[in-house]
């Protein structure tokens, strides 16, 4: 018999001769009662161990597909045996699938926890996702919305600019750069799909697998989740209060050659920590010297609550070191999915390129709609607005913390963002915690999703303090308290 | 002078070495008059040919940072020559953004056609774009919008499902495939930004750089800049008028090992083709036999004029062997950006995945918009009048090519879809065509686009009908008609 088998396929050979004994079986290419070859003959043709043969045999034997008589070999079963009720239409995967799917296994851990089904709370207070849908301007959004169809019609539904975006959201952005000290051209802002896009667009046309990517160690779940898929080689750098420290980040960028630093220097997710003024011009510094490109996530630059404002690294760039990125997402609606770039050189124009490849461009009307409420001044009014509320529950939370959890959970207050990063006490597990949790009803981020090793964020946790009100905030973390006592005491069962 | 040099770089060394010496100066760290080192000293000192600092020095000369003495060498120029107002700020930029640069420049021509600049004519008619806008349903659509926005609020605002979509429009496409005799679940739909971003993330799960990938030539433009953009080897197969050749596909298999085959089976862009009954069956046992996807691009099947609707490809699947993708970017409004694709097996959670880390989701309140607009039923009847309106004006095409085209410009009438593709006289080339039909006031896809190989397309074009009244398209096809006599008696200048 011969089995066309791929020594280069990530598919193990069993695996291979199994599937094409089964589509040989299905197909009625070997009918009942065929005798199959003995598994030291088949090894023999095939080039293969013997035992590699038998797990096949195995295999098939299992699935009631063949039977092996003792001292006689094995047999190709009779068809069917079980009602065809019972039984799923069988589909022989071809070899590609079961590649992409052994690729997939192989790949490390995209999130490494798995919560157990638990009975689930009636009432569960939700310390995730990204802002206060309660809060989110829907009435002036859809008045922007109407503005829109009426004033453009049909210009609203066809496709937009290819060379970066519907060109009076590009400039209304540049103004909004511009209070934050980035001066950005319009010609410099390519409109991405929120800023996830931008994160994928850069790694599209700057690397390559098995590039060096420094990250902020912990940084944010899902950049960390396209680095993975990408085959990125992720080198954590070390955090404190004052953002990624500089002089590690010497020493990585000397010892890796990375092909990219990404970093979130105002209120990081998870951490909430700032870079401070002086790393920026560091961070900058140490780029130019190491010819490695800077992508700063400004997710939530805007949402501040105390203290001065640093100037972004964009705005320190003497040109082209490096590329900015925002959204509308954390204030607005994350539903719109509008985020932007900006970036000058050549890079731009391959920026540009690889976005109109990908899904050759963003919602026109979103973009349109976007572009009326920001320039009517209602953005700025909202995020007044956001800021306040936000501050009151950041305070509410960490207040509730000092009542509620033991002295020895440490949390940094945060001067803006979304997010407080608990440290738990020495041993405890935010992974172990999490099923309790969900028992008493509070839901919030285990740590190990934010490293490029999960393993060092399981004494972590992040919680979002601005999706709820400071009443639920207060109940939610006694909650969390009362998990984490059951959790450190063992009475959970 | 020791300047650092990386031998790996696509960045030529002279221009290592220039931009080293650049930067230099404008910092003021080689002040002005200072003497460079002798050519012949640097090259020993790097490790470089005489000829790479000569070629630095002389950008650099002309540029007029340095100046060179007879018999004496080079030396600094005076800062700053030019007034102030005359110069751009000078930008050195990172060694990254040159070899970004480099790269680009290496790749091959996206589209090997440049239109010269010439008068504009006043009232051009475009025989490009996709559908004709006048007939979206604007006001249908915002009924939609209006009522999703006051059925869901808040719901429709926030982040969609990250498991393939806004679940009732995956529910809606399954019974939309039905008519098509696809058989597909909900779960095996994922809603994407527009079908280009389902070939792009069916590349990014399947495909790695120097991939072979199978494609019909001519093929749909921006898949095909895709391809490039990912650095796959783009494979051409032959086309008839029964779609691609199934017997030089075959040898194509046989000779490249694919990793993907890419065909657009009904109505093919640009030429209209659509692949026989008994092809498609041969193309899904040829993928079994030899181990590849298939990736089926329906982005016109709905539109059909005369003649009997073939089977999917994915309806002939036996499982896992096709991906389908699809969008309602043709037939209703393209500014919406929302396609899909369909796929079983290990494939569809990595797509998933992969949709997730490109860009979260695709826009909610769009995503909810087009459910609402396709379950009340107006999707049906929006087709219906655009399949009649549609087929009226390739009637109207076909015989304005026939009054007032020469007879030697052959076109094969297509079945449906949006495209009619020219072959033009004998060494008659589209791309000399452009500017003298833009002159006359016609716009048209020159055939170049659309071959992996784009000298192979200069004697095609392709005009789409659908976008242009029948009043229109008389005109315009006048004028093109028009400029080819122009072109071939010489009578342009």
């Known amino acids: 018999m011969r089995i066309p088998l791929d020594q280069q396929s990530p598919v193990p050979l069993y695996r291979q001769i199994e599937r094409y004994l089964r589509q040989s079986i299905l197909a009625g290419k070997l009918a009942a009662e065929t005798r199959l070859p003995a598994t030291r003959q088949l090894a023999q043709d095939l080039g293969v161990s013997r035992i590699t043969v038998n797990n096949a045999y195995a295999e098939l034997e299992s699935d009631g597909l063949i039977y092996t008589v003792e001292g006689s070999g094995a047999y190709v079963a009779p068809a069917n045996p079980l009602p065809a009720s019972n039984r799923e239409p069988a589909i022989v995967w071809p070899l590609w699938q ?60 066809v496709y937009g600019g290819f060379d970066g975006g519907y060109r009076p959201l590009r400039e209304t ?78 020493m990585l960028l000397q010892q890796h050659h990375p092909r990219l630093l ?18 920026r011009r560091q961070l900058i510094a140490l780029a130019d010297r190491y010819n490695v490109p800077i992508l700063e996530d400004d997710f939530a630059g805007d949402l501040r609550y105390d203290g001065r404002t640093q100037p972004a690294i964009k705005a320190l760039d003497p040109g082209g070191r490096a590329i900015y990125t925002g959204t509308f997402s954390k204030m607005l609606m994350p539903g719109l999915r509008v985020g932007f770039l900006v970036a000058e050189g050549p890079i731009f124009g391959r920026l540009v390129e690889a976005k109109r490849v990908n899904d050759l461009a963003t919602s026109n009307l979103i973009q349109r709609t976007l572009d009326e409420y920001v320039t009517i001044g209602r953005y700025q009014a909202h995020l007044r607005r956001s800021c306040r509320i936000y501050r009151q529950r950041r305070d509410a939370m960490l207040a509730a913390i000092r009542r509620y959890l033991p002295s020895d959970v440490h949390v ?32 919030y981020a285990p740590g190990s999703r934010f490293f490029p090793n999960p393993v060092d964020g399981e004494g972590f946790l992040r919680l979002n303090f601005a999706t709820q009100t400071p009443e639920e905030i207060e109940e939610g973390i006694r909650r969390l308290g009362m998990a984490l006592r059951r959790l450190i005491t063992g009475s959970h069962g």
Chains 1, 2 share one sequence.
């Open 262 to 279: 990404y970093t979130i220097p105002n209120f990081q997710n998870p951490s909430g920590s700032c870079l401070s003024g002086i790393r």
């Open 412 to 443: 940094n207050p945060p001067k803006g963002g979304l997010f407080l990063w608990l440290r738990l006490p020495e041993k405890v597990s935010s992974l172990a915690l999490l099923p309790l949790a969900a028992e008493e009803g509070v839901e």
């Open 173 to 250: 952005i540049t103004h909004m750069l511009a209070s934050q000290g980035i001066q950005a051209h319009p010609d410099q802002v390519l409109i991405t799909a929120g800023s996830q896009q931008a994160l994928a667009l850069v790694c599209q046309v700057l690397l390559k697998p098995g590039d060096v990517v420094l990250v902020e160690s912990p940084t944010y779940n899902v950049a960390l989740d396209l680095f993975r898929s990408l085959a990125l080689k992720i080198i954590g750098v070390p955090l404190d209060e004052n953002g990624l420290q500089i002089q590690g980040l010497e």
């Open 98 to 157: 079961l590649e992409a799917q052994a690729r997939a296994e192989s790949s490390p851990e995209t999130s490494s926890e798995r919560i157990p089904q638990r009975p689930r709370h009636p009432h569960p207070i939700a310390f995730t996702g990204v802002g206060d849908p309660r809060h989110f301007p829907v009435h002036d959004f859809y008045k922007a919305l109407k503005t829109v169809l009426h004033r453009d019609g049909i210009a609203a539904l």
